[in-house]
């Protein structure tokens, strides 16, 4: 009898046992998750992001959570079609209570967020006050969040102006005068000295013409006469 009752004891612990650790393998197996997990982005770039759950086996009739935007932000929040937002999250609200009609045992995506990313360095998309609920029970609250890198935007290096030197073009013009005109422009200059020419001589000499030059001219005269006249006598005198 004592050994049937220790027996009956060890089996129910076992069972106990066997039931506990069951009931942790599933809350550790369903869970939340944000996809893509990684990505890499430009500071300024918006992208798309998914939130939905693995149920891993597990019936799964609703979710609930918050999400937590860092270094990211949110432009829209939208939930699948084939789902119940019982309540819908917003980007300036974005806790969620979505309820899946006659529940799932599949992996099931839940919301589609737009975001935009921020400035250079990591930034997250993650969940908090996660529950995931199956028929009247709690299956598990964990989340997996979503982890980017956002780089700086690379600003070109400035273009180096070049300065374009234009080469000066000097127009030289050539006149070109007809042998015809010439002439009579070569006439013309000639006659010109030739009548400044005399203008000037007759300037010069008229006044003293006028005054000295006949006086002198007719002693000029008398002189020469009279020393032919005188030389002629002295040559005469000689003879005799």
């Given at each position: 009898m004592k050994n049937i009752t220790t027996k009956i004891i060890l089996l129910s612990a076992i069972v106990c046992?066997?039931?506990?650790?069951?009931?942790?393998t599933t809350e550790a197996a369903s869970s939340l998750y944000v996809s893509p997990a990684t990505l890499t982005k430009t500071a300024g770039e918006s992208f798309t992001a998914s939130v939905g759950f693995n149920a891993s086996g597990s019936k799964v009739c609703a979710v609930e959570g918050t999400l937590v935007f860092n270094g990211l932000t949110c432009q829209s929040i939208t939930v699948a079609s084939d789902v119940m937002a019982q309540s819908t999250p917003t980007c300036a609200n974005p806790s969620f209570l979505i309820g899946i009609p006659n529940c799932t045992t599949s992996d099931k995506a839940l919301l589609t967020l737009s975001v935009r990313a921020g400035n250079a360095g990591t930034a997250t998309i993650s969940m908090t006050g996660v529950d995931i609920i199956?028929?009247?029970?709690?299956?598990?609250?964990?989340?997996?969040?979503g982890s980017y890198t956002i780089n700086a935007v690379v600003i070109p290096p400035p273009v180096p102006t070049q300065q374009v030197?234009?080469?000066?073009?000097?127009?030289?013009?050539?006149v070109v005068i007809p042998v015809e005109e010439a002439k009579e422009n070569v006439s013309t200059e000639t006659e010109q000295a030739t009548e400044l020419t005399e203008s000037v001589g007759t300037a010069a000499l008229s006044p003293a013409a006028s005054k000295y030059f006949w006086p002198l001219l007719i002693i000029l005269v008398v002189a020469i006469v009279g020393y032919g006249?005188?030389?002629?006598?002295?040559?005469?005198?000689?003879?005799?």
């Open positions: 046992l066997s039931a506990v650790g069951f009931a942790g199956g028929e009247g029970a709690s299956l598990g609250s964990a989340s997996t969040s030197v234009k080469p000066t073009q000097q127009v030289t013009e050539e006249i005188y030389w002629f006598f002295i040559r005469k005198k000689e003879k005799k």
